[in-house]
């Protein structure tokens, strides 16, 4: 057994050159802050990697295992049979049990008192933690960068270390990158680096980790009972983060913030609480420093966003309409429920439709309500530049969603592309005025129950329909992003809308549900098994094929996963057992 040391701490570039001042000790002399158990690196070490890979670092991940992999794992478990019992029947609905924390009006979170940087969000920007995007985010004047360790990430081992190493360089001022030469080496590359090296000075970060059903295969937890598990994804992308960049964070003028995705219930949300509660204690930071904003991306945490809240009050923001992993949870649910739960082509359930505006309105009222932020969706919109029509058109609608989301009382909201960033912060500009966020401002006239967030069958009430076009959309799609993760990219541009696992989930999983529920296109025709190979052998006949383009795998996953009769609850966990472990 051993406690844990100090992390590591570089010499601030803001300082006169005088040694910065080292951190007080962390290795606090109680059973809290000593690893019983051990976390081994498993795959290969790579240039660099041992700047993150620190005995001290794998010491703290053994840590947070030993308290809290347990845990986990009983709450998978727990999702699981929910999932299962919703799919075969059983509505969800708000909790009768946790109805005296509802009630009672006399609480609040946390906010952003206290929180440097994250009182003003009305415009984030999203993406991967490369280099490029890395620096390309923090070079973007959006007033916060998610930098996304989940979905828009490839699990690779090179990219779940080497983002950790991209955010430590950039708390630091110190990254920079040299894209490949265009010619072979006759011509440099491209060279990217920060504008500034003032933490203060570019867009508040706010890091996710992978979710609780994600396991990293690299890092082995070896137990005191002397089982060895792959080591989870959440733990080690929050523990390395922590562990490397809280401090240095506080001392350049914010803190450590982060999003957490995938929550189902509140019971989850209180495992992340006690993981903060956990960290801080053992690397000495004040409690109450961390502040989360949670994404409510799937329907059972609709239900729990009260309690969700309440079990993070100390360390939370607010939360997030994440819109692209709620439809597809929304599908995943009711999957086996038979025509009335069966949602249009993707492209067709918009932001308007009656079961997304209630959702949407219920996060708005709730996080006010409790003096927590509510942070809109995502416009995965990408420009093009050489069809200006398109995007203006697409421009268009992106200026009237986010206008929308002002209008509705949302404090900020996401975008995918820099060029975006204008639209967003003119419609939010229009309604906040010199005022940071509109936390103030409470929906006392959102009146949500159960009979609102379930109908969905609303969406095909509003004239949107099930078409071969839509079909055919799904599994291109739904290919196209599965061969970019295996190639390593988990954020793809693919028909001028930035895809990832979130999306992609959606066209797998209506693959799925249509199939499987017999429905029929607007034109009569039935969806079947034979017809859905049919289309998928039309793509890969008519897509031009490159080296390495692993497409071949990708329709072996999808197939697996849209087309199987099984439903896995998430198409990357095969693929990554298969793939990258």
Same mark, same amino acid.
């Given at each position: +057994?051993? #406690?844990?040391?100090?992390?590591?701490?570089?010499?601030?570039?803001?300082?006169?050159?005088?040694?910065?001042?080292?951190?007080?000790?962390?290795?606090?002399?109680?059973?809290?802050?000593?690893?019983?158990?051990?976390?081994?690196?498993?795959?290969?070490? *790579?240039?660099?990697?041992?700047?993150?890979?620190?005995?001290?670092?794998?010491?703290?991940?053994?840590?947070?295992?030993?308290?809290?992999?347990?845990?986990?794992?009983?709450?998978?478990?727990?999702?699981?049979?929910?999932?299962?019992?919703?799919?075969?029947?059983?509505?969800?609905?708000?909790?009768?049990?946790?109805?005296?924390?509802?009630?009672?009006?006399?609480?609040?979170?946390?906010?952003?008192?206290?929180?440097?940087?994250?009182?003003?969000?009305?415009?984030?920007?999203?993406?991967?933690?490369?280099?490029?995007?890395?620096?390309?985010?923090?070079?973007?004047?959006?007033?916060?960068?998610?930098?996304?360790?989940?979905?828009?990430?490839?699990?690779?081992?090179?990219?779940?270390?080497?983002?950790?190493?991209?955010?430590?360089?950039?708390?630091?001022?110190?990254?920079?990158?040299?894209?490949?030469?265009?010619?072979?080496?006759?011509?440099?590359?491209? =060279?990217?680096?920060?504008?500034?090296?003032?933490? #203060?000075?570019?867009? #508040?970060?706010?890091?996710?980790?992978?979710?609780?059903?994600?396991?990293?295969?690299?890092?082995?937890?070896?137990?005191?009972?002397?089982?060895?598990?792959?080591?989870?994804?959440?733990?080690?992308?929050?523990?390395?983060?922590?562990?490397?960049?809280?401090?240095?964070?506080?001392?350049?003028?914010? &803190?450590? $913030?982060?999003?957490?995705?995938?929550?189902?219930?509140?019971?989850?949300?209180?495992?992340?609480?006690?993981?903060?509660?956990?960290?801080?204690?053992?690397?000495?930071?004040?409690?109450?420093?961390?502040?989360?904003?949670?994404?409510?991306?799937?329907?059972?945490?609709?239900?729990?966003?009260?309690?969700?809240?309440?079990?993070?009050?100390? =360390?939370?923001?607010?939360?997030?309409?994440?819109?692209?992993?709620?439809?597809?949870?929304?599908?995943?649910?009711?999957?086996? !429920?038979?025509?009335?739960?069966?949602?249009?082509?993707?492209?067709?359930?918009?932001?308007?439709?009656?079961? +997304?505006?209630? $959702?949407?309105?219920?996060?708005?009222?709730?996080?006010?309500?409790?003096?927590?932020?509510?942070?809109?969706?995502?416009?995965?919109?990408?420009?093009?530049?050489?069809?200006?029509?398109?995007?203006?058109?697409?421009?268009?609608?992106?200026?009237?969603?986010?206008?929308?989301?002002?209008?509705?009382?949302?404090?900020?909201?996401?975008?995918? =592309?820099?060029?975006?960033?204008?639209?967003? !912060?003119?419609?939010?500009?229009?309604?906040?005025?010199?005022?940071?966020?509109?936390?103030?401002?409470?929906?006392?006239?959102?009146?949500?129950?159960?009979?609102?967030?379930?109908?969905?069958?609303?969406?095909?009430?509003?004239?949107?329909?099930?078409?071969?076009?839509?079909?055919?959309?799904?599994?291109?799609?739904?290919?196209?992003?599965?061969?970019?993760?295996?190639?390593?990219?988990?954020?793809?541009?693919?028909?001028?809308?930035?895809?990832?696992?979130?999306?992609? *989930?959606?066209?797998?999983?209506?693959?799925?549900?249509?199939?499987?529920? &017999?429905?029929?296109?607007?034109?009569?025709?039935?969806?079947?098994?034979?017809?859905?190979?049919?289309?998928?052998? *039309?793509?890969?006949?008519?897509?031009?094929?490159?080296?390495?383009?692993?497409?071949?795998?990708?329709?072996?996953?999808?197939?697996?996963?849209? +087309?199987?009769?099984?439903?896995?609850?998430?198409? #990357?966990?095969?693929?990554?057992?298969?793939?990258?472990?």
């Amino acid at each position: +057994m051993t #406690t844990i040391a100090d992390p590591p701490r570089t010499q601030s570039p803001r300082s006169t050159g005088s040694p910065a001042t080292p951190p007080r000790g962390i290795a606090l002399a109680d059973s809290a802050t000593v690893a019983e158990g051990t976390i081994d690196v498993v795959g290969p070490i *790579e240039p660099g990697f041992e700047e993150i890979l620190t005995p001290q670092a794998l010491e703290f991940l053994a840590l947070l295992h030993d308290h809290f992999a347990d845990a986990r794992c009983e709450l998978l478990l727990t999702r699981q049979r929910r999932t299962r019992q919703i799919a075969d029947g059983a509505d969800p609905d708000f909790l009768p049990t946790t109805r005296p924390v509802r009630d009672d009006p006399s609480w609040r979170v946390a906010g952003s008192t206290g929180a440097p940087g994250l009182s003003d969000r009305r415009v984030e920007i999203t993406g991967p933690t490369d280099p490029k995007m890395t620096i390309n985010a923090l070079n973007s004047g959006a007033k916060v960068w998610l930098a996304d360790a989940e979905d828009a990430s490839s699990p690779t081992w090179g990219n779940v270390v080497g983002g950790q190493l991209s955010l430590r360089s950039a708390i630091r001022g110190e990254l920079s990158f040299d894209g490949p030469s265009p010619d072979g080496g006759r011509t440099p590359g491209k =060279h990217y680096a920060l504008r500034t090296s003032e933490l #203060t000075e570019m867009p #508040t970060i706010v890091f996710r980790p992978r979710g609780w059903h994600l396991f990293e295969s690299h890092l082995a937890y070896t137990g005191t009972d002397g089982s060895t598990q792959p080591a989870s994804g959440s733990l080690v992308d929050f523990g390395l983060y922590f562990f490397h960049n809280a401090r240095e964070l506080i001392s350049r003028g914010r &803190g450590p $913030y982060f999003y957490l995705p995938k929550l189902e219930s509140h019971r989850e949300a209180r495992l992340w609480n006690e993981v903060f509660e956990l960290a801080q204690h053992a690397l000495d930071i004040p409690q109450g420093t961390i502040r989360a904003t949670v994404l409510i991306e799937t329907l059972p945490a609709a239900f729990e966003m009260e309690e969700i809240l309440y079990e993070l009050r100390d =360390h939370c923001a607010g939360l997030n309409a994440g819109r692209w992993d709620y439809l597809f949870s929304v599908i995943k649910c009711f999957r086996s !429920r038979g025509d009335s739960y069966v949602l249009p082509d993707r492209a067709q359930v918009t932001m308007t439709a009656p079961f +997304m505006r209630a $959702y949407t309105e219920l996060l708005v009222a709730t996080c006010h309500r409790r003096g927590a932020h509510a942070i809109g969706g995502m416009s995965a919109f990408i420009p093009d530049r050489r069809n200006p029509e398109t995007t203006e058109r697409a421009f268009a609608k992106v200026r009237a969603d986010k206008q929308r989301e002002a209008g509705d009382g949302f404090d900020g909201s996401w975008v995918a =592309h820099p060029d975006l960033i204008g639209i967003a !912060r003119e419609a939010f500009d229009e309604v906040l005025g010199e005022r940071e966020n509109q936390v103030e401002r409470l929906r006392d006239d959102v009146t949500v129950g159960q009979a609102e967030l379930l109908d969905v069958a609303s969406a095909r009430r509003e004239g949107a329909t099930i078409t071969e076009a839509g079909l055919r959309t799904n599994i291109s799609v739904g290919v196209r992003y599965i061969a970019s993760w295996l190639r390593g990219t988990g954020a793809a541009a693919l028909d001028s809308l930035m895809e990832d696992a979130a999306t992609a *989930e959606i066209s797998r999983s209506q693959v799925w549900q249509w199939m499987h529920s &017999g429905t029929r296109t607007e034109d009569g025709v039935t969806i079947t098994r034979e017809l859905c190979e049919s289309m998928l052998q *039309e793509f890969l006949r008519t897509t031009p094929r490159t080296p390495g383009d692993r497409l071949d795998e990708a329709v072996t996953i999808f197939r697996e996963v849209a +087309m199987g009769d099984e439903f896995p609850p998430f198409l #990357t966990t095969s693929a990554y057992a298969r793939f990258f472990g």
